[in-house]
Protein backbone atom coordinates (compact mmCIF):
# COMPACT_ATOMS: atom_id res chain seq x y z
CA UNK A 1 0.00 0.00 0.00
CA UNK A 2 1.28 2.89 -1.09
CA UNK A 3 0.03 6.44 1.26
CA UNK A 4 0.81 10.07 1.08
CA UNK A 5 -0.43 12.77 3.38
CA UNK A 6 0.03 16.22 3.17
CA UNK A 7 -1.29 19.41 5.07
CA UNK A 8 -3.40 21.74 2.95
CA UNK A 9 -5.85 24.88 3.55
CA UNK A 10 -9.43 23.99 4.44
CA UNK A 11 -11.82 25.09 2.00
CA UNK A 12 -14.82 24.84 4.09
CA UNK A 13 -13.33 27.04 6.93
CA UNK A 14 -10.93 28.53 5.22
CA UNK A 15 -8.57 27.62 7.80
CA UNK A 16 -4.67 27.41 7.07
CA UNK A 17 -2.98 24.27 6.75
CA UNK A 18 -5.63 22.36 9.53
CA UNK A 19 -6.96 20.37 6.49
CA UNK A 20 -5.09 16.60 6.66
CA UNK A 21 -5.31 15.35 2.68
CA UNK A 22 -4.41 11.35 2.60
CA UNK A 23 -3.97 9.63 -0.49
CA UNK A 24 -2.92 6.02 -0.32
CA UNK A 25 -3.03 3.14 -3.50
CA UNK A 26 -4.20 -0.44 -2.72
CA UNK A 27 -4.79 -3.23 -4.19
CA UNK A 28 -7.78 -5.41 -3.31
CA UNK A 29 -8.31 -9.01 -3.94
CA UNK A 30 -10.32 -10.27 -6.92
CA UNK A 31 -10.78 -6.48 -7.97
CA UNK A 32 -7.76 -4.79 -9.09
CA UNK A 33 -5.87 -0.99 -7.79
CA UNK A 34 -8.00 1.93 -6.27
CA UNK A 35 -7.52 5.12 -4.88
CA UNK A 36 -8.78 6.46 -1.45
CA UNK A 37 -8.69 9.84 -1.00
CA UNK A 38 -9.71 11.42 2.52
CA UNK A 39 -9.91 14.84 3.93
CA UNK A 40 -10.29 15.32 7.47
CA UNK A 41 -10.33 19.68 9.14
CA UNK A 42 -8.58 19.23 12.41
CA UNK A 43 -10.41 22.97 12.62
CA UNK A 44 -14.24 22.59 11.45
CA UNK A 45 -14.31 18.33 11.11
CA UNK A 46 -15.35 18.78 7.92
CA UNK A 47 -14.28 15.14 6.41
CA UNK A 48 -14.85 13.01 3.00
CA UNK A 49 -13.85 10.48 1.45
CA UNK A 50 -13.46 8.89 -2.42
CA UNK A 51 -12.32 6.08 -3.58
CA UNK A 52 -11.11 6.17 -7.14
CA UNK A 53 -11.08 2.61 -9.36
CA UNK A 54 -8.29 2.95 -11.19
CA UNK A 55 -8.63 -0.06 -13.89
CA UNK A 56 -11.72 -0.17 -16.08
CA UNK A 57 -13.35 -3.70 -16.53
CA UNK A 58 -16.11 -4.65 -18.58
CA UNK A 59 -19.49 -2.82 -17.91
CA UNK A 60 -21.13 -5.30 -15.56
CA UNK A 61 -23.70 -5.98 -12.72
CA UNK A 62 -23.60 -7.85 -9.38
CA UNK A 63 -26.75 -8.92 -7.89
CA UNK A 64 -27.10 -10.52 -4.38
CA UNK A 65 -30.03 -11.71 -2.19
CA UNK A 66 -29.52 -10.25 0.80
CA UNK A 67 -29.85 -12.06 4.31
CA UNK A 68 -28.49 -12.48 7.33
CA UNK A 69 -25.73 -14.84 5.65
CA UNK A 70 -24.60 -11.50 3.60
CA UNK A 71 -24.97 -8.88 5.08
CA UNK A 72 -21.03 -8.75 5.72
CA UNK A 73 -20.78 -9.36 1.66
CA UNK A 74 -17.63 -6.60 0.60
CA UNK A 75 -18.96 -3.96 -1.54
CA UNK A 76 -16.67 -1.83 -3.86
CA UNK A 77 -19.25 0.62 -5.35
CA UNK A 78 -17.42 3.09 -7.97
CA UNK A 79 -18.81 7.07 -8.40
CA UNK A 80 -20.23 5.59 -11.74
CA UNK A 81 -22.52 3.12 -10.25
CA UNK A 82 -26.34 2.92 -9.74
CA UNK A 83 -27.84 0.60 -6.71
CA UNK A 84 -31.00 -0.81 -6.53
CA UNK A 85 -33.56 -2.70 -3.95
CA UNK A 86 -36.04 -3.31 -6.03
CA UNK A 87 -38.25 -5.23 -3.89
CA UNK A 88 -38.74 -1.74 -1.70
CA UNK A 89 -38.48 0.81 -5.10
CA UNK A 90 -35.39 2.52 -4.18
CA UNK A 91 -32.62 3.15 -6.75
CA UNK A 92 -29.22 5.53 -5.87
CA UNK A 93 -28.44 6.76 -9.48
CA UNK A 94 -24.74 8.80 -9.94
CA UNK A 95 -24.84 12.61 -10.04
CA UNK A 96 -21.80 14.60 -10.74
CA UNK A 97 -20.93 14.72 -6.76
CA UNK A 98 -21.21 10.71 -6.45
CA UNK A 99 -18.75 9.49 -4.76
CA UNK A 100 -17.36 5.83 -4.79
CA UNK A 101 -17.05 4.11 -1.07
CA UNK A 102 -15.96 0.75 0.03
CA UNK A 103 -18.52 -0.95 2.58
CA UNK A 104 -20.45 -4.14 2.96
CA UNK A 105 -24.07 -4.83 1.92
CA UNK A 106 -25.52 -3.79 5.57
CA UNK A 107 -23.71 -0.57 5.02
CA UNK A 108 -25.34 -0.15 1.58
CA UNK A 109 -28.27 -0.90 3.50
CA UNK A 110 -27.44 1.79 6.25
CA UNK A 111 -26.94 4.75 3.20
CA UNK A 112 -30.06 3.81 2.06
CA UNK A 113 -31.64 4.57 5.56
CA UNK A 114 -29.69 7.98 5.75
CA UNK A 115 -31.49 9.25 2.23
CA UNK A 116 -35.38 8.15 3.42
CA UNK A 117 -34.67 9.75 6.23
CA UNK A 118 -33.56 12.70 4.52
CA UNK A 119 -36.90 12.42 2.19
CA UNK A 120 -38.66 12.33 5.24
CA UNK A 121 -37.85 15.35 6.43
CA UNK A 122 -38.23 17.06 3.16
CA UNK A 123 -41.59 15.36 2.26
CA UNK A 124 -44.75 18.02 2.86
CA UNK A 125 -47.53 15.48 2.71
CA UNK A 126 -48.39 13.03 5.20
CA UNK A 127 -49.14 10.19 2.48
CA UNK A 128 -45.43 10.23 1.14
CA UNK A 129 -43.91 10.95 5.07
CA UNK A 130 -45.88 7.34 5.87
CA UNK A 131 -44.65 5.60 2.78
CA UNK A 132 -41.23 6.65 3.60
CA UNK A 133 -41.72 5.58 7.23
CA UNK A 134 -43.09 2.34 5.76
CA UNK A 135 -39.72 1.71 3.65
CA UNK A 136 -37.68 3.06 6.58
CA UNK A 137 -38.89 -0.25 8.84
CA UNK A 138 -38.23 -2.65 5.81
CA UNK A 139 -35.02 -1.63 5.76
CA UNK A 140 -33.91 -1.80 9.33
CA UNK A 141 -35.91 -5.36 9.26
CA UNK A 142 -33.08 -6.02 5.96
CA UNK A 143 -30.34 -4.47 8.31
CA UNK A 144 -31.60 -7.19 11.18
CA UNK A 145 -31.23 -10.27 9.08
CA UNK A 146 -35.32 -10.25 8.93
CA UNK A 147 -36.72 -9.77 5.40
CA UNK A 148 -34.88 -10.35 2.45
CA UNK A 149 -33.81 -8.49 -0.80
CA UNK A 150 -31.75 -7.85 -3.57
CA UNK A 151 -29.10 -5.56 -4.12
CA UNK A 152 -27.78 -4.53 -7.60
CA UNK A 153 -25.23 -2.79 -8.72
CA UNK A 154 -24.82 -1.70 -12.07
CA UNK A 155 -21.51 0.07 -13.71
CA UNK A 156 -21.01 1.23 -16.85
CA UNK A 157 -17.25 1.22 -16.14
CA UNK A 158 -17.08 -1.88 -14.38
CA UNK A 159 -15.23 -0.41 -11.42
CA UNK A 160 -17.71 -1.68 -9.01
CA UNK A 161 -17.57 -5.12 -6.82
CA UNK A 162 -19.36 -7.76 -4.59
CA UNK A 163 -17.27 -9.96 -3.06
CA UNK A 164 -19.42 -12.89 -1.86
CA UNK A 165 -19.67 -16.71 -2.95
CA UNK A 166 -23.53 -15.96 -3.80
CA UNK A 167 -23.07 -12.65 -5.88
CA UNK A 168 -23.31 -13.26 -9.34
CA UNK A 169 -21.74 -10.70 -11.87
CA UNK A 170 -23.01 -10.32 -15.36
CA UNK A 171 -21.99 -8.34 -18.12
CA UNK A 172 -24.28 -5.00 -19.29
CA UNK A 173 -25.66 -5.04 -22.54
CA UNK A 174 -24.77 -2.04 -25.11
CA UNK A 175 -28.80 -0.96 -24.26
CA UNK A 176 -28.33 -1.46 -20.87
CA UNK A 177 -24.75 0.62 -20.67
CA UNK A 178 -26.60 3.62 -22.61
CA UNK A 179 -29.74 3.44 -20.06
CA UNK A 180 -27.44 3.96 -17.41
CA UNK A 181 -26.67 7.38 -15.88
CA UNK A 182 -22.71 7.80 -14.82
CA UNK A 183 -23.07 10.84 -13.18
CA UNK A 184 -20.38 12.84 -15.95
CA UNK A 185 -21.22 15.21 -18.56
CA UNK A 186 -21.32 14.06 -21.42
CA UNK A 187 -21.08 15.96 -25.02
CA UNK A 188 -22.81 14.15 -27.95
CA UNK A 189 -20.38 15.26 -30.65
CA UNK A 190 -23.23 14.20 -33.13
CA UNK A 191 -25.95 17.00 -31.89
CA UNK A 192 -23.06 19.58 -31.38
CA UNK A 193 -22.13 19.09 -34.94
CA UNK A 194 -26.28 19.15 -36.23
CA UNK A 195 -26.36 22.71 -34.77
CA UNK A 196 -23.69 24.19 -36.66
Known amino acids: MNQQNMKIDCPVCSGEK???AIS???????????M????ICSRCGYRSTDIICLE????????IEVG?????????????ATIRI?????????????????????????????AVKTAINLFEEDESKEKASEILEMLREVRGGKRNV??????PFGQSFVGHPSAVREKLSDEEI???????????????????
Open 18 to 20: CMT
Open 24 to 34: RVEKIPYFGEI
Open 36 to 39: ESVL
Open 56 to 63: QKEPSRYT
Open 68 to 80: DKTLNARVVKSQS
Open 86 to 114: PELGLKVEPGPRSTGYISNIEGVVERFET
Open 150 to 155: TVIIED
Open 178 to 196: KSLKTGFLVFESDKIDEED
